[in-house]
């Protein structure tokens, strides 16, 4: 009996299924509701709560109803680079969608995605948000800011 094709079908079958699997899916925390006020009054505060928050923000790169942040500054000053880059344990970074559903009501989603890394050398891993980072946490501070809540 010859082995050697059998290991070599083997190793093929293993290797097949390996490459068939399935890309990880992003762990993205997201909220959205409707809220009772006009699209400029929700985006204001969207933005506001935002900057506060320690975001840099922008607009989408062809659609104003997108806003986008890069990472959270943790710390200002000039060391900030290096805590997100190297010493941080958890980074932050937010996309936001405001769509007008009528005069008076607009459509808010908001994603977060969130990385963390174990210790200084380590890769950057998506991860679930932690509470104080969550989507529904930003939700609610556009919310208040809006005097909703």
Same mark, same amino acid.
């Given at each position: %009996?010859? *082995? ?8 093929? &079958? ?5 490459? +068939?699997?399935?890309?990880? +899916? ?7 509701? *409707?809220?009772? &006020?006009?699209?400029?009054? +929700? ?23 997108? +806003? ?6 943790? %710390? ?21 969608? *405001? ?16 990385? &963390? ?14 509470? $104080? ?10 919310? $208040? &800011?809006?005097? =909703? =809540?």
């Amino acid at each position: %009996m010859n *082995v050697m094709p059998i290991t070599a079908l083997l190793c093929t &079958a293993l290797l097949m299924t390996g490459c +068939v699997s399935n890309p990880p +899916v992003p762990l993205v925390d997201t909220a959205d509701t *409707v809220l009772a &006020a006009s699209f400029d009054r +929700v985006k204001t505060a969207l933005v506001s709560t935002l900057s506060t928050d320690g975001y840099p923000v922008r607009d989408g790169p062809d659609d104003d109803r997108i +806003v986008m942040t890069g990472y959270r500054r943790e %710390m200002e000053g000039l060391w900030d680079w290096l805590l997100k880059s190297r010493f941080g344990v958890g980074r932050s970074k937010i996309e936001a969608t *405001v769509s007008p559903e009528s005069q008076d009501t607009t459509r808010l989603t908001i994603s977060v995605t969130y990385e &963390a890394k174990d210790y200084l050398w380590s890769t950057w891993q998506e991860t679930t948000a932690p509470p $104080h980072r969550s989507a529904i946490l930003q939700l609610r501070s556009v919310k $208040h &800011a809006l005097g =909703l =809540l």
